[in-house]
T-cell receptor, first 114, second 113 residues
């Protein structure tokens, strides 16, 4: 079956530090990969996605590259801000099928201090 | 355009009580989903629907029922609440197919005593 493994948090950084949150996956076929962000007290929002190998998703200064050879989709940002403090979820969705369900990792809490 | 809305935002139940959580979306999405979020567990799919009048089981369906009588609404029911159902519940919706990014509601926090 499908599974997503994220680095466990919490992750605490100072403002302007470099961020990496690791994500690896197990899936059959060629899944699409996603990063969702959950700000305190809110629902999940799509941050970025990649639908095929070597694609790079990017948004709000965050990037992630779909690496099929290492089955990874690590999230990076060069300079974090206090406003980036949130929980980040890596997720996958198998191609084909009829329901397009997402399989989520357990989430990584990021705290950015001024 | 409100997106995905959920009611109520918070509820306390006693063991054995029943309740219904309502999800509504105004984006004309075909697909709708119910997830639960528990600490250290990520989000797990409870039930989903690929269209009006259809529902299917997800990863953790036991103790829950759902209905999709109208395209814009997806109801999650707990017939006899248990403390293990204390969680935060999220509804999501999406278009059919590969362009189907899931949009999430703000969540319902449920406490079962």
């Amino acid at each position: 079956g499908n599974s997503v493994t994220q680095m466990e948090g919490p992750v605490t950084l100072s403002e302007e530090a470099f961020l990496t949150i690791n994500c690896t996956y197990t899936a059959t076929g060629y899944p699409s990969l996603f990063w969702y962000v959950q700000y305190p007290g809110e629902g999940l929002q799509l941050l970025l996605k990649a639908t095929k190998a070597d694609d790079k998703g990017s948004n709000k200064g965050f990037e992630a590259t779909y690496r099929k050879e290492t089955t990874s989709f690590h999230l990076e940002k060069g300079s974090v801000q206090v406003s980036d403090s949130a929980v980040y979820f890596c997720a996958l969705r198998n191609s084909g099928g009829s329901n397009y369900k997402l399989t989520f990792g357990k989430g990584t809490l990021l705290t950015v201090n001024p | 355009n409100a997106g995905v809305t959920q009611t109520p935002k918070f509820r306390v139940l006693k063991t054995g009580q029943s309740m219904t959580l309502l999800c509504a979306q105004d984006m004309n999405h075909e697909y709708m989903y119910w997830y639960r979020q528990d600490p250290g567990m990520g989000l797990r799919l409870i039930h989903y629907s690929v269209g009006e009048g259809t529902t299917a089981k997800g990863e953790v369906p036991d103790g829950y029922n759902v209905s999709r009588l109208k395209k814009q609404n997806f109801l999650l029911g707990l017939e006899s609440a248990a403390p293990s159902q204390t969680s935060v519940y999220f509804c999501a919706s999406s278009y059919q197919g590969e362009r189907g990014t899931q949009y999430f509601g703000p969540g319902t926090r449920l406490l079962v005593l």
